[in-house]
């Protein structure tokens, strides 16, 4: 009984910006995908997706 699953603990992957970690999509359909489900879930009002600078893959950035 020791073992417990602790999702609350699962870290995505994150990618220092600037001064900020911002959460790492492989794809801009899974950015947009999660954009999509943050403006309806969480109220974040509208969200963009942008190609990295520093690296192959997209972040969120509210607009
Ligand atoms: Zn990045």
């Known amino acids: 009984m020791s073992k417990s699953f602790r999702p609350e603990t699962y870290d995505p992957p994150r990618c220092w910006v600037g001064d900020t970690q911002k959460i790492i999509y492989a794809t801009r359909e899974e950015a947009e995908a999660a954009a999509r489900v943050a403006e309806?879930?969480?109220?974040?009002?509208?969200?963009?997706?942008?190609?990295c600078p520093y690296a192959d893959h997209y972040h969120l950035t509210s607009l």
């Open 40 to 51: 309806r879930d969480h109220h974040t009002g509208p969200l963009g997706v942008y190609k």
